[in-house]
């Protein structure tokens, strides 16, 4: 892979998590000619090419043809037919392969591609959309130095990203970053519902929960203080903020957030003994 700009075959490209992902790299100036997304939809292949302006592919085949890497962006449940139908013409050859999906283990895939193949899991998030990402990663003994460094440009273009040592790792990622957007959505949701119940304008309540929800992690990022701190901080004894948190002690939070991330690393085990065949 000498290109200096490799050339990057999204599978499913036009699906949330890839065109994340796409929607970033581009932002961060990757060529668009070197960008080529699949789908089955050609209506909505077509426009997320034009809104983008990379090169919309409706055959997986012919798209892979001259990929230097190739990123498997379908959901789990459809992954190994994939895989099975690009098997055949990946023969010889040894793209990059980049997998986005949670829950496959590498094992499964290189007994569907083949065992020749680099592959790599990663694990990211949507807010990659916004440049704002966390990507985990997880790489085969066939992935080079080379490979790591393409799959770092990419996922390094929409956000942060970390390497694990072990292949379990990837589940506590899921756990902490993939899905962890939607909690954070959640609490958001909860709360702008919650002030728009007791009479607040909602589009003042979502204005008012955003900004002190961006707020709080910028300064959280920025602070030496950590999160427990910095939480103390806003509680004035005997304050509004005190009963508040002592609520949420109350109603368990920190024992159902725990549980939540369990069950979302379970699930993605689960789903590796449901989809390793
Ligand atoms: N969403 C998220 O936050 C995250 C998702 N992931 C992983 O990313 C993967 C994709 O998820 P997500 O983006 O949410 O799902 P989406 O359904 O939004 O995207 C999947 C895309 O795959 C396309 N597709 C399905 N089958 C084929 C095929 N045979 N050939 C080409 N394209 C195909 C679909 O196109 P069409 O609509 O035309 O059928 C669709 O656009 C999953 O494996 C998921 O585990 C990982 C981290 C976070
Ligand atoms: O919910 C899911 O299964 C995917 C993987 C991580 C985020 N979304």
């Not at 990507?135 to 085969?140: E, M």
């Not at 990419?154 to 909690?183: H, K, M, R, T």
């Not at 901080?233 to 005190?242: D, L």
Request: proline share 5%; charged share 20%.
């Amino acid at each position: 892979m000498t290109a200096k700009n490799p050339k990057i075959v999204f599978i499913g490209g036009a699906g949330n998590m890839a065109g994340a992902v796409i929607g970033g790299l581009l932002a961060a100036g990757y060529p668009t000619e070197k960008v080529v997304a699949t789908g089955r939809d050609p209506l909505k292949l077509e426009a997320f090419a034009k809104r983008h302006g990379v090169v919309a592919h409706d055959d997986n085949i012919a798209a892979i043809d001259e990929a230097d890497v190739i990123v498997l962006s379908v959901k789990p449940q459809v992954m190994r037919d994939l895989c099975m139908d690009l098997r055949p013409h990946l023969a010889g050859r040894n793209p990059l392969v980049i997998t986005l999906a949670a829950g496959i283990p590498l094992a499964a895939y290189q007994r569907w591609l083949g065992e020749h193949l680099p592959i790599v899991r990663a694990m990211p998030n949507t807010p990659a959309l916004v440049q704002a990402g966390v990507t985990g990663l997880y790489a085969d003994a066939a992935v080079t130095a080379e490979h790591r460094a393409i799959t770092e440009r990419i996922v390094n273009a929409v956000g942060i990203s970390l390497w694990v040592d072990q292949e379990e790792g990837i589940d506590q990622v899921i756990a902490v970053a993939g899905s962890a957007p939607a909690y954070f959505f959640q609490f958001m949701e909860a709360m702008i519902d919650a002030s728009s119940a007791s009479g607040f304008d909602r589009a003042d309540a979502e204005r008012l929960v955003l900004q002190t929800a961006l707020g709080a992690a910028k300064l959280a990022m920025v602070s030496e203080v950590d999160v427990a701190q910095l939480k103390r901080n806003v509680m004035s004894p005997g304050g509004t903020t005190e009963r508040a948190v002592q609520r949420f002690e109350q109603g368990g939070l920190p024992q159902l957030v725990a549980a939540a991330m369990r069950d979302c690393a379970e699930r993605a085990a689960e789903m590796a003994r449901e989809l390793d065949r």
